[in-house]
């Protein structure tokens, strides 16, 4: 996964926004994260957009962030990798029940997808998710 920073003028975000936009629909997204951030008169909105690198294989949309933030994972990843994702998934919960802690105590659905798209098959591969 990668990431992309931008600020977004409090006051004046239209042209902004549209660079945004640009960006998200060219990208398969991860998460979105914002911050309002104030510098004396200057203030602005400071965006991480988490995103997957491209992939070849993948025709898949790039809009794939509620509102909330949440990502659908059925949504940026192709058929084959999102099957993968399914069985992570199963495999998290049972670990999940049998350690008594929560499933994202395990692992977050953005290092499960992380696994899946690089195809973490090594410890070496595994240890750069949490890198």
Same mark, same amino acid.
């Given at each position: $996964?990668?990431? !992309? #920073? #931008? ?12 660079? /945004? ?6 990208? +398969?997204? @991860? ?42 994972? +059925?949504? /940026?990843?192709?058929?084959?990798? #999102?099957? /993968? ?6 495999? +998290?919960?049972? /670990? ?14 953005? !290092? $499960?997808?992380? $696994? ?12 750069? @998710? #949490?890198?």
């Amino acid at each position: $996964m990668k990431l !992309q #920073f #931008f600020s977004v003028d409090a006051l004046e975000p239209d042209s902004d926004q549209d660079v /945004i936009d640009d960006f998200c629909t060219r990208h +398969r997204l @991860v998460s979105v994260d914002k911050r309002f951030v104030e510098r004396g008169d200057f203030c602005y909105w400071s965006v991480c957009v988490t995103y997957l690198e491209p992939s070849s294989s993948s025709s898949k949309p790039t809009k794939a962030v509620d509102k909330r933030g949440q990502v659908d994972y +059925r949504e /940026i990843l192709v058929a084959e990798d #999102f099957a /993968i994702y399914a069985k992570l998934r199963d495999l +998290r919960k049972t /670990i999940s029940e049998a350690e008594n802690a929560p499933v994202y105590a395990i692992f977050s659905n953005a !290092q $499960m997808a992380d $696994m899946v798209t690089n195809r973490a098959t090594s410890l070496t591969a595994l240890g750069e @998710v #949490f890198a």
